[in-house]
């Protein structure tokens, strides 16, 4: 069924990402080493998992992006919307940050 939708979709201009929530749900109670040799086992290439590629297309089809802030003690991911600028990003953290903002590096 999975062709059948593949073909529906592509008449209808849209993306189709198989996602197995029985493989998806397997893998996240496996060590690396058992991860590894269960995907290599399904002919699945590196970490190439449907779970990886809904979340990257759904950022994308939601318009979002990801920055990190990192301290001594945590890093942390932050969703944005794509184009925001530095100081707008920074306002997703806190609005002080915002109305502080001074510049930024990259």
Known sequence: WVEEVREFAKANDAEVIVVSAQVESEL???DEESRKEFLAE???AGDATGLPALIKAS?????LSTYFTSGPTETRA???????????AA???HTDFQRGFIRAET
Do not use: C
């Open 59 to 63: 950022y994308e089809l939601l318009n």
């Open 28 to 30: 996240v109670e496996l």
């Open 42 to 44: 399904l002919g699945v």
């Open 78 to 88: 932050w969703t944005i919307r794509s184009g925001m600028t530095a100081p707008e």
């Open 91 to 93: 306002g997703v953290i």
